[in-house]
């Protein structure tokens, strides 16, 4: 297995997902758990494998600085456009992880990694250049694709002989992750490095819910109720992304 860059199909599906319910519940919920963490003064923020670059912009448009990395053409592109629509800058670098060490040599008060663990071969070995750029007091934001969120899906539509065989990885060129993570193998390599301060659950219910139910409710209202259960005991446990917010050992 190698890590997987997006082409520009993707980065088309991609901004389509985040013109709907899905991405506007994900970002909703990051920064509602940014927002208790981030200091009112400026920050010096570094965005890995940024995509499309929709958080890095709205940490843009409170005022903080931010450096905003890549490896995927097409979608460092789409992230150049939308600031440059907002009248925005940012330090844009197109760059896989592995190639940061010898590009960067700051450290940063917030590092952003959101949905890339589960596009790498060797998700682990990120955890030491993340920690590299942080600051001894800053935050990693970790945001990965939940297995036990894809089971459960699985298991309440029928697929018992796909769960059977370990089928997990999307279809060739689909946007479903080639390696949904196991939270318990992402804890196992993220705390000895890494004291997880918050978690929280993303699209908790969202996606579980049938499509003409989706429709009936406002998005105002669903994004709400989906913040209002991002923590609870149980369920948090069961959405599609898990967010992390960590500090340095």
Not at 174 to 186: E, K
Request: charged share 20%; proline share 5%.
């Amino acid at each position: 297995m190698q890590d997987c860059h997006f082409d520009e199909l993707a980065a088309h599906f991609a901004h389509k997902i985040y013109g709907g319910s899905k991405g506007a519940v994900r970002l909703a919920a990051l920064q509602a758990d940014l927002t208790e963490v981030l200091a009112t003064t400026p920050l010096r923020i570094l965005d890995v494998g940024g995509g499309l670059g929709h958080m890095s912009l709205w940490l843009a448009e409170q005022g903080h600085q931010i450096t905003f990395t890549e490896p995927a053409l097409p979608m460092l592109e789409g992230a150049q456009q939308q600031f440059a629509e907002k009248g925005l800058t940012a330090e844009f670098i197109q760059a896989s992880w592995q190639e940061l060490p010898n590009i960067l040599t700051e450290q940063y008060d917030l590092v952003l990694c959101h949905a890339v663990l589960e596009w790498l071969a060797q998700p682990a070995e990120i955890m030491p250049v993340l920690k590299q750029f942080t600051k001894t007091d800053g935050w990693l934001s970790l945001a990965f694709y939940n297995k036990d969120s894809l089971v459960f899906r699985n298991l309440i539509k029928g697929n018992l002989r796909k769960l059977a065989k370990l089928n997990f990885a999307g279809e060739q060129g689909s946007l479903t992750p080639q390696q949904p993570l196991d939270p318990r193998q992402v804890e196992a390599f993220v705390e000895p490095l890494w004291k997880i301060q918050h978690r929280s659950g993303i699209r908790v219910f969202h996606d579980y819910m049938l499509a003409k139910f989706q429709e009936k409710i406002a998005l105002e209202e669903m994004i709400a109720t989906e913040l209002s259960y991002r923590r609870h005991p149980s369920l948090s446990l069961l959405g599609r992304y898990l967010h992390w917010l960590c500090q340095p050992r």
